[in-house]
């Protein structure tokens, strides 16, 4: 039995996204499995193969001295982002991990922020980097910030 990410990802945001609260419940569902990224209270708006965008509301608990959106929030964003598009593109019997993360700040991150990625989909579950990039913007449209992510994808390991 396969514990691929990818096939599970795509079966449970089909079910979640048409659903009253769906959206809602799926990303209280991404946040208890992945317990830090579940600290910012982030939500799952889109969810394909290729394409993800998920939603950070600025609040107290991701604020930094500056009154806006701390950088560490805003790296963990990035990581969900990318990491959600990415699992959620990878064929069966496939697995990835991050294995390296670089952000720019560009402008203080305050309000609604939208963090968005795009990813080619891989075809084989052959062991490979892949550098995925997301981008951060404000209700304004600007960018606050981008992402350059390496993830480490390959076939699942027997256990």
Not at 15 to 39: D, E, H, N, R
Not at 49 to 67: A, D, F, I, S, Y
Not at 75 to 93: I, K, R, Y
Not at 101 to 112: D, E, T, V
Request: a positive charge.
């Amino acid at each position: 039995m396969s514990s691929s990410i990818g096939p599970n990802l795509r079966k449970y945001w089909r079910i979640c996204a048409g659903l009253p609260f769906g959206q809602w419940f799926f990303s209280k569902a991404v946040g208890f499995m992945a317990p830090y990224s579940g600290t910012i209270s982030a939500s799952v708006i889109q969810l394909e193969p290729g394409c993800g965008v998920v939603t950070l509301q600025e609040h107290r608990r991701v604020r930094n001295h500056l009154k806006s959106t701390h950088a560490i929030a805003l790296l963990n964003l990035a990581e969900l982002v990318t990491g959600l598009t990415l699992m959620n593109s990878l064929p069966d019997n496939t697995r990835g991990i991050l294995t390296g993360i670089q952000m720019q700040y560009l402008k203080k991150a305050r309000g609604l922020l939208t963090a968005k990625c795009l990813c080619e989909i891989p075809v084989t579950n052959e062991k490979k980097e892949m550098l995925i990039q997301g981008e951060i913007t404000n209700e304004e449209g600007d960018v606050v910030a981008t992402a350059s992510a390496s993830w480490l994808i390959g076939p699942e390991k027997d256990n």
